[in-house]
């Protein structure tokens, strides 16, 4: 199954090509949510976190406090510059994932 609906310029791994997909998710969901911030709406209830599973999808099973700041400012920098639209939001979330699994 091809979790990713634009086409693939490398075969990955399906773990991480699962990862890549999540990290889509993360940041469709956090940009979603900053422009709900902005209208002085809150839906941060709502908002899910799915930081434990893509950390460990990259290897990173048991992370430090300093490991979730650098997962939480990689997702809110990338969220907040991504443009509308599949590739920028493909784009974004592989480059997400090679700074987490250089990390990890």
């Given amino acids: 199954m091809n979790l990713i609906s634009s086409s693939h310029l ?25 422009y ?3 209208t002085d709406l809150d839906g941060s209830m709502y908002q899910m976190d799915l930081s434990e599973a893509i950390l460990s999808l990259v ?6 406090d300093e490991v979730y700041d650098f997962y939480y400012d990689l ?11 599949s590739m920028d939001i493909t784009r974004r979330a592989m480059m997400v994932w090679g700074e987490l699994v250089g990390r990890g």
């Fill in 36 to 38: 709900l911030r902005q």
């Fill in 59 to 64: 290897g990173i099973t048991d992370p430090a």
């Fill in 75 to 85: 997702i809110e920098k990338h969220s907040t510059e991504m443009k509308p639209g």
């Fill in 10 to 34: 490398v075969n990955l791994p399906r773990e991480s090509d699962l990862c890549i997909f999540l990290i889509r998710e993360e940041l469709k969901s956090w940009k979603f949510f900053n």
